[in-house]
Structure formats: C-alpha cells, structure tokens
C-alpha cells in the first residue's frame, strides 16, 4: 500500500506540469499578438479618396496610415489611365503616420496612387487608391 501515496504525488507533479505549459503557451501567444497584429501598414485614409472624382489639374495628396510610416524609404507613384507611371515627391511627414505630396498637371481621366510604404516594425506594405479627375 505504499505505492499508492506516490501514484498520487506523481499525478500532481504531471497536472502542475501542465498547467505550467498551458500558462506559458498562453503568455508566448499574447506577447506574439501585437506583433502579429500590427505587422503591415494599413491605409486608413486618402485625399483623394478612393473611387472618388475630383477637380484638376493640381491635387494636393494626402495618405493616413495605421502605423508610424518610415518617409524615407516609403514611395508613391501616380498611375495614369494610359499606364505611364509618375513617382511623387513627399514632403517632410508633418505626423508619423502620414504622407504628403503633390501631383499638378492632371487631364481629365482615371488615375491611380501606387504607394509602397515601409511601416516603423520594419514589414514593408503596399496598396492603391484609383480616383478620376474631371
């Protein structure tokens, strides 16, 4: 009958020990979670918006995204409807998490924002916002 008290210890050993494992996956899975969630830049904002029709021929642009944006190594190209691309001059970032630009020139037609942004966490993200200009 001895063999029974220690049948009993060992069980516990093995369900603090799992416990133990389920406590530290559960803290590796939060820690991991911001990263996860914030690994690209997402554009939460555009002027001009996207689909939108707005008046030419100069366009003051402005684009907001959900992180802190590296200016620097970020770049944007105007897309005309013909496919000729433009790249776009950004101004110093007046906020972390915006950019700014001007595009002048713009005939009537379709025309589409290319931008290649690299987010503060280092994960470079990319997007468009097609508009019309009347």
């Given at each position: 009958m001895m063999c029974f008290p220690i049948r009993m210890e060992v069980d516990?050993?093995?369900?603090?020990?799992?416990?133990?494992?389920?406590?530290?996956m559960i803290?590796?899975?939060?820690a991991a979670a911001p990263q996860i969630c914030w690994?690209?830049?997402?554009?939460?904002e555009s002027t001009p918006k996207i689909n939108s029709t707005v008046q030419g021929p100069?366009?003051?642009i402005t684009l907001r995204f959900n992180v802190r944006i590296d200016g620097?190594?970020?770049?944007?190209?105007?897309v005309a409807e013909g496919g000729t691309s433009t790249p776009l001059?950004?101004?110093?970032?007046?906020?972390?998490?915006?950019?700014?630009m001007h595009a002048s020139g713009l005939k009537p037609?379709?025309?589409?924002?290319?931008?290649?942004?690299?987010?503060?966490?280092?994960?470079m993200?990319?997007?468009?916002v097609p508009f019309m200009v009347k």
């Open positions: 516990a050993l093995f369900a603090s020990l799992f416990q133990f494992r389920r406590l530290l803290l590796l899975l939060a690994a690209h830049a997402i554009l939460v100069d366009l003051d620097s190594r970020s770049r944007v190209l105007l001059t950004l101004a110093k970032q007046s906020k972390p998490d915006i950019l700014q037609g379709a025309y589409k924002l290319q931008w290649n942004v690299l987010a503060a966490d280092g994960h993200s990319k997007g468009d």
